[in-house]
């Protein structure tokens, strides 16, 4: 067969003639395929002609095909009085993944077998691992042994045998699907439900018979009567279980989410960010320290309800503790001999420690009628949980008022720091006050 000019239409022509529905020739159709692949990958014209390289593959192919003419393929498979069995191989390769079924018939020790049916694909064009192409090879072979069995359903086969040389692929079908990805999974579950009752098992790559048909080679004698084991009965054959092996690709990685909560530290803190009600926190503190005043001085134990000097100095006590940690830095400074060096975040406010240790707002108010605790209030930042409930506290005393009206109240006692933002960012988050303060809707018209 000679062409002058080889172009596009004339090897799909020629590819037409190749009619082979039991696939013994597929080594040869594979090599035709793989080749229409790689020429509608080039993009070229319908009319351009070919390359020279590619001119020269299609001449070594059509020269491969004047041959096939010489083949003899004997179709009588003589089984009567004999043990009949079915043996599937399947193999990949980069460009290509196959299957082929053999007839094994044996009578007494002597055993033979020949090629039944077979199938061949191109690789597909999106580039796949050698382990997921021969999954896809050893899902050809599932649907191809039962396509054998469906043609002849009122045949009895002694035993069905499905072998591979990937070791992979045998641990993909031993492994529960859910633990598999998808791609893998969905394969896995098909080629399960096709060869339930049949056995897997590994076979050597060098008497893998599915091999010549990936490669594209059909003149082996392993192709057409199997490998050479198969001339004896199955105890003998060269197949085996493989161990699975420690690492199984696509699988699917378990990712676990821990909430690792670092070491426990006993933060001064805790006590107060229990609470969610100034009242409550005082209340709590107030038997707290009337526990440990009547557990260290039983001789003048208190009893009865709490008293109003006992809640103010549980408020201080919180007080206390939250200066002792969130100004910390600062109480150090003001502490030491260079005690007229004034921290910077504070510079503007004239801080200073008085006699009982607490951290109070300087200024110019010393001559003033007002209350002590007015001229210099306790100072206290903004992010921290007492600031918060003193503003929740006096909001609500003052039935809901506004931040300018909560702001001057709590700062006759306590000075926040940026305590316009926090007091509004408290009213907002105020459940009554967002009620009566939502934007009316308009409603919409007919």
Known sequence: ITFAVFIKPVTAYRKRYSYDPLGLLCGVI???????????????DWDEPLPEPIQSNWKDFLHVMSSLPKFRIPRCFNVDEA???????????????????????QRGEFA??????????????????IPRLELLGSLLASQLINSVLHANPGRAYSSIHMLTDSTIVLAWLKTPPHLLNTFVANRVVTILDLTKNYQWAHVPSEFNAAD?????CIDDQIWWHGP???SRSPEHWNISIPMEPDEIPERKVTTLVVQA?????????????????LSRLQRIVANIRRFAHNASCKSARKIGPLSVSELSDALLCCVRITQAVEFSEEIKQLQSTNSNKV????????????EKGFLRVGGRLRHSLLPSESKYPLLLPKKCHLSSLICDYYHKQLLHAGPRQTMSFIQRKFWILAAHSLIRQRIYMCRPCFRLTAAPRQPIMA
């Open 261 to 277: 909560n670092p070491a426990a530290t006993d933060s001064p803190l805790d006590i107060i960010e229990r609470f969610s009600s």
């Open 343 to 354: 921290p910077l975040r504070l510079s503007k406010l004239s801080p200073y420690i008085d």
């Open 30 to 44: 594979c090599r035709a395929k793989q080749f229409i692949q790689s020429l509608w990958l080039l993009r070229s």
């Open 112 to 129: 033979e077998a020949h090629l039944v049916k077979a199938k061949s694909r191109v690789a597909p064009l999106k580039t796949l691992s």
């Open 228 to 230: 050479s084991f198969m």
């Open 212 to 216: 010549c048909a990936s490669r594209g």
């Open 83 to 105: 043990v009949l069995r079915l043996v599937c191989f399947s193999d990949a390769s980069t460009s290509a993944y196959a299957a082929c079924v053999y007839l094994h018939v």
